[in-house]
Every structure is written in structure tokens, then in C-alpha cells.
């Protein structure tokens, strides 16, 4: 009888969890249509080639007045219309969403989706290839030449970004539910009252963009490197190659402490000096750029500085100031210098566990026992179904899922952030957390599809 009741109990609760995982798998396409624009409403992200494409924005609002609105008026300019758009240190979040378009691909490529990849790796190639684009014009902001040298910009969001001349209405954010955006900010538009723009001015690379971008360099090598889209003679992983040789060869060039091609020094005020990451960004290029040559971008600063850094990394981690952690945890990830063990530990008591089932990925090793999936579980159940928020009267977001992203910013799980920034967010962070579950966990889930196609 106790045997028969264990064998009725088993049915009972694992028809119940497979029908909850389709039900979260359903949430990770309805966050998809919803990142896109393709569920009724306005999108965060326009797909393609051209200024301001396939960089994904951070958060939106439709209730903002583009004229009254505190951002808008004091860093930006104003105009009439209601709904805006924000982009804030996009290229460190670009490498979230490469991360997590990798992880969708390598899901559909196992499942044997493939008339299903094509839609994904056009997605993932205009993001790389934006990532270039935003290097090869980063000198125009000074008036020279655009190179392909390594210095690029956070954004190119122009200030009429929300106009589409082939948009139905003329907005390029709008839906049939008639929300729409009329006004964008971003690093790149908006500089008002910062005086001239200069290579200081929060408009370039730093030291958590790089990071960001090389998060989601190693998920594209580590998935799809050989892939390729439309070029037959670029694969994924030539891209992120090529790109990563140029940021390493700047960053050496200029011995780990930057400054533009106007010759001013980018100060920590915008993470500028490299120094202190040198030792695990090498560890890192190297793999990016495929080569078994160890002594690959090797300075004496890597075998110093870096050394001793990437040491109190550990050793005293909790000395680092939280804002730290993601990009501690980030590179580890890429260099793989920690064990599972080590980063399981690191990213439960940061709050971050992401970055241990990421690890577990791009090092093939198996994720931790310290993970509890019934934790994941959670995690992956609680995300709100219409997306995170923070402040808008219908938010429904819960604890955890307030901020504009939960593994960079968990600390802001309980009031949002701490600037009272109303915004309904991208969910890349969910997205990305449900692609690397799902890649770590796939024997017993549903099968990965693509839904409301």
C-alpha cells in the first residue's frame, strides 16, 4: 500500500511540475514577443543594421511626458508627446542579450528546430554586428574618421530614434494596444549640460562594458562559433575573435588605463582604468580568440596587479563593494580560474546564482549541489508574466524582479532602484536565466520550440 501511494504521489507531482515547466517556457516566449514588439504592444528593440538597431533598450514608460519629464529636460530635449525609452550603459547589456540569443540558438540547434534558428541568428548577428558598428563610428563623435580600433561607443541611439517613415503611424514603438514611444534617452543622445564631449564623458567603453560584451562573447564561442548568417566567410565566433583582438590590443596600447583619440584619459569615474581585471581579461581573449598561445596579450601588469587582484577576488571577496560582484563573477565565468564549487558559493551569497549555471556551460562542468533547482524553480515561476517593472501603477512585479536587470542589480529586489525610476523593463535577464536552465536541465522538460510564432 505505502508503495502504491509513493508510485500515485510521483504521478500526481510530476504531472504537475512538467506542466509548470510548460507554462514557464510559454512565459520565456511571451517575454521574447514582448522584447521584440511582436505581441500587440511597442517593442524594445528594432532588429537590423542601421543606427540604433538591435540594441535593445533597458526600460520604457509609456505615461512619460516627453516635455515635462525630469530626464528629458535636463539631460536631453524636449518635445511634445507622451512614452519614453531609455538606453543606460547598453554595450555592458549587450553582452546579456548575445548571451542569451546564443543560449536560444544552441536550444533550438539540440531540439533539431532548424527552421526555427534562422529568425534567432539573424537576431544574433545584427547584435554582434552592432557591437562593431558602435567601434567603427566611436571617433566621429570627435570628428575624425571612424576606425575599427577597439574604442567604441555605448550607444548610437539617435534623438528621433522613436521616428520609422515606413511605420504605419511614423513610430518605430507602437502597438495596437495604442501605446507608443515618442522620445528616447541615451548616453549617446542625451549630453546636455556636460559641456563638450570628450573621451571623460560616460559616452565610451569602460571597464563593465568590456566585461558585459566578453560575458556574451564567450557564450557565442562557446555555442556557436562556426554558425553563420548570411557571410559566408564570417562565423559567429570569427566576429567575437575580431572584436575581442581589438579591445585587447587598445587596452594594451594604452597600458590598461585608457583614453580616447582626443587624447583624454577615461577616469574610474567611467571605469577607465582596466588594471585591476587585466590578469582574468587576458585569460579571457584567450579563449576568445582561439589561439594556444598562453603569453597571448601578457603584460607585466597581468603578472602583477592583475595577479594580485584577481587573488582578492577571492580571498576577500567580501570586502568588494556589491556593484563589484557581477563583474567578478562575470569574468570568472569567462576565464573559468574558479572551480563550481567556488562560484556556487560566490554567487548564492551575492544573490547572482546566474552566473554559476553560466559557468557551468561555458566550462562543461556540472552545476554545483550547492544550486538547489527547487531554487531555480522559484526563480523561474516568480517572474512577473507581463514582465519586470518597477513603479508604473499596473506593475505587478514581485521582490526580485523590480530592477531593470537581477543579476547585475539584485540589490534593488526590494525598492526597485534606488533613483524611484518608473519603467517597465526588457526581461533579458529572465530570458537569459531560462535559456541556461533549460540548456543545463533539458532531459526531463518540455521540448524547446519556438511558441506564437
Request: glycine fraction near 8%; charge should be positive; proline fraction near 4%.
Amino acid at each position: 500500500m505505502r508503495y502504491l501511494l509513493f508510485i500515485l504521489l510521483f504521478f500526481f507531482f510530476g504531472s504537475i511540475h512538467a506542466q509548470d515547466y510548460g507554462a514557464i517556457q510559454n512565459k520565456y516566449w511571451d517575454y521574447r514577443a514582448r522584447l521584440l514588439g511582436t505581441d500587440g504592444t511597442a517593442g524594445f528593440v528594432s532588429v537590423g543594421p542601421d543606427a540604433g538597431q538591435s540594441i535593445p533598450a533597458d526600460g520604457r514608460n509609456f505615461d512619460s511626458d516627453c516635455e515635462k519629464d525630469w530626464v528629458m529636460r535636463t539631460q536631453c530635449s524636449t518635445h511634445p508627446g507622451s512614452g519614453k525609452m531609455n538606453w543606460g550603459d547598453a554595450t555592458a547589456f549587450q553582452g546579456f542579450y548575445l548571451a542569451m540569443l546564443a543560449l536560444e540558438y544552441a536550444n533550438l540547434e539540440r531540439e533539431g528546430r532548424i527552421s526555427d534558428l534562422v529568425a534567432t541568428a539573424r537576431e544574433l548577428h545584427y547584435a554582434l554586428t552592432a557591437v562593431i558598428r558602435l567601434d567603427k563610428k566611436a571617433e566621429q563623435k570627435f570628428d575624425l574618421p571612424g576606425q575599427w580600433d577597439g574604442f567604441f561607443l555605448r550607444d548610437d541611439i539617435p534623438v528621433d530614434y522613436y521616428k520609422d517613415a515606413s511605420a504605419v503611424n511614423g513610430l518605430r514603438f507602437s502597438g495596437k494596444d495604442g501605446k507608443k514611444i515618442e522620445c528616447v534617452s541615451s548616453d549617446y543622445s542625451c549630453h546636455k549640460n556636460r559641456g563638450p564631449v570628450n573621451s571623460d564623458s560616460g559616452n565610451f567603453i569602460s571597464q563593465d562594458q568590456v566585461i558585459g560584451l566578453f560575458f556574451g562573447f564567450s557564450l557565442i564561442k562557446k555555442l556557436v562559433p562556426d554558425q553563420f548568417y548570411q557571410d559566408s566567410a564570417q562565423t559567429f565566433g570569427k566576429l567575437v575573435s575580431a572584436q575581442t583582438e581589438k579591445i585587447m590590443d587598445l587596452l594594451i596600447k594604452n597600458k590598461w588605463k585608457l583614453k580616447g583619440p582626443d587624447g583624454v584619459k577615461i577616469s574610474n569615474k567611467w571605469g577607465g582604468d582596466f588594471r585591476g581585471f587585466n590578469n582574468l581579461l587576458q585569460k579571457t581573449a584567450i579563449r576568445l580568440i582561439d589561439t594556444t598561445e598562453k603569453n597571448t596579450f601578457k603584460t607585466g601588469g597581468t603578472r602583477s596587479v592583475g595577479w594580485v587582484a584577481r587573488s582578492s577576488f577571492d580571498a576577500a571577496w567580501f570586502a568588494q563593494t556589491r556593484r563589484n560582484h557581477w563583474l567578478i563573477l562575470s569574468n570568472i565565468v569567462n576565464s573559468g580560474v574558479w572551480n563550481n564549487k567556488k562560484i556556487a558559493k560566490r554567487s548564492l551569497k551575492s544573490d547572482r546564482v546566474m552566473f554559476a549555471l553560466a559557468y557551468s556551460v561555458v566550462n562543461d562542468v556540472p552545476v554545483h549541489k550547492k544550486i538547489k533547482r527547487a531554487d531555480l524553480d522559484e526563480l523561474l515561476v516568480t517572474a512577473p508574466a507581463a514582465g519586470p517593472c518597477f513603479g508604473p501603477l499596473d506593475c505587478e512585479a514581485p521582490p526580485g524582479w523590480l530592477s531593470n536587470h537581477r543579476w547585475i542589480y539584485p540589490n534593488y529586489k526590494m525598492e526597485g532602484n534606488p533613483y524611484g525610476i518608473h519603467m517597465e523593463w526588457n526581461g533579458i535577464d529572465f530570458m537569459l536565466f531560462y535559456n541556461l536552465y533549460h540548456y543545463l536541465y533539458n532531459q526531463d522538460l518540455p521540448a524547446y520550440e519556438r511558441v506564437g510564432k
